[in-house]
């Protein structure tokens, strides 16, 4: 009988537990929850006229550089240049022991006035016919030889005597004082700065659009937000038969000294064309696979109540060329849609929004970011 009187009770109990949540469930259905609205900023499609360009990442390299070394063997006896410092053409960088060469010279020297001094006696002799003209010709030798084998020991000394080919920059002293340097050892790096070349490569179907004189414009890490201006100077009559690129190369101006060999940089070519074209901040686009899409805002009347509301729609869209922090929008949009630029991620197709443009990103043609 207790048993019994137990299994009812436990019945009883799950009944009103069921009772209760089939009335929660029901009057949770006949309820009207109100629709989520999300917090966005957004911006208008514009028409703007932008200058065609084409890009590419280059590398700097000097107008004139090289590795200063000796012609010669010899002992570093003078250092006469300081690492780091700005030369010009011509300035001594280091001397090599030439003593012994020196004392060579002074012995060549007089063997050189002898044969002079002798052949002056003999071309008076010549005059009075007392010595043949051969005597005279050999004398004339003698004396040529005498100069020529002084002069080579000038031009030796002459070498051991190391300048700055051209004016630039030195790099890091690579040689010490009383050091024994074999023809072709490294002293010390020296590049000429300014101007700078810029070499980059462009795809060959670009090739016809590429004359010497068009501008190009410099940026990256190392120019810390600027840009450097300079123009195409040379481009390669042949084409790389494995990327099918064409090099191009380009004279950049380096008066602040900020640019170097060896860096990497982004270049743009500016092509004497212009095009009218659609443009979105970079922040309204949700890159994906099958297709990029924006969330475009429209105002739509609710069917209960006729309060107007702002609803997103996702739309494909295909772009274009960029500029800073705007896109170019080739197809999918009109000019005067609204799109939204933040809060892009939390949407879904038919999401309710509010605008407020407080906070909206700064989107700029050509930003300049304080922490680049």
Do not use: C
Not at 254 to 263: A, F, V
Not at 272 to 293: C, E, Q, R
Request: glycine residues 6%; proline residues 4%; without cysteine.
């Amino acid at each position: 009988m207790k048993t019994t009187l137990s299994i009812l009770a436990v019945l009883a109990v799950i009944g009103a537990i069921v009772a209760v949540k089939v009335l929660q469930i029901t009057t949770l259905i006949h309820s009207k929850v109100p629709l989520q609205v999300e917090a966005v900023s957004t911006a208008a499609v514009t028409s703007e006229t932008w200058q065609e360009t084409l890009t590419s990442v280059g590398s700097l390299a000097a107008v004139q550089g090289v590795t200063v070394a000796p012609e010669l063997d010899g002992k570093i006896a003078e250092i006469d240049f300081e690492a780091g410092k700005m030369v010009s053409a011509g300035d001594v960088l280091v001397r090599q022991d030439t003593t012994a060469e020196e004392a060579q010279l002074r012995s060549a020297e007089a063997s050189a006035e002898l044969a002079r001094v002798n052949l002056k006696r003999t071309k008076e002799l010549l005059d009075k016919a007392t010595v043949s003209q051969a005597q005279f010709d050999a004398d004339s030798a003698t004396q040529k030889q005498a100069i020529a084998a002084a002069d080579n020991i000038r031009a030796t000394i002459a070498k051991k005597t190391i300048k700055a080919p051209f004016s630039g920059k030195l790099g890091i002293r690579l040689v010490n004082l009383g050091q024994n340097l074999k023809a072709g050892d490294s002293i010390v790096s020296l590049q000429a700065l300014n101007p700078i070349f810029a070499d980059f490569s462009l795809p060959q179907d670009e090739m016809d659009q590429l004359v010497d004189g068009l501008k190009v414009k410099l940026s990256g890490d190392a120019l810390d937000g600027k840009t450097a201006e300079g123009a195409i100077t040379a481009v390669s009559p042949d084409v790389d038969s494995s990327t099918r690129n064409v090099r191009v190369e380009a004279t950049v101006d380096n008066t602040s000294g900020i640019l170097h060999p060896g860096m990497y940089v982004d270049i743009a070519v500016q092509l004497p064309v212009t095009n009218k074209v659609l443009t979105i901040p970079a922040t309204s686009i949700l890159y994906a696979p099958y297709g990029d899409t924006v969330y475009v805002v429209d105002t739509q009347a609710d069917p209960a109540t006729g309060e107007k509301q702002q609803i997103v729609r996702q739309q494909i869209v295909r772009l274009g060329a960029r500029r800073g922090d705007f896109v170019a929008v080739t197809s999918g949009l009109k000019e005067g849609d609204t799109v939204v630029t933040s809060g892009v991620f939390r949407l879904r197709p038919g999401t309710a929004v509010k605008v407020n443009n407080d906070f909206a990103p700064n989107s700029q043609l050509a930003p300049k970011p304080s922490d680049s």
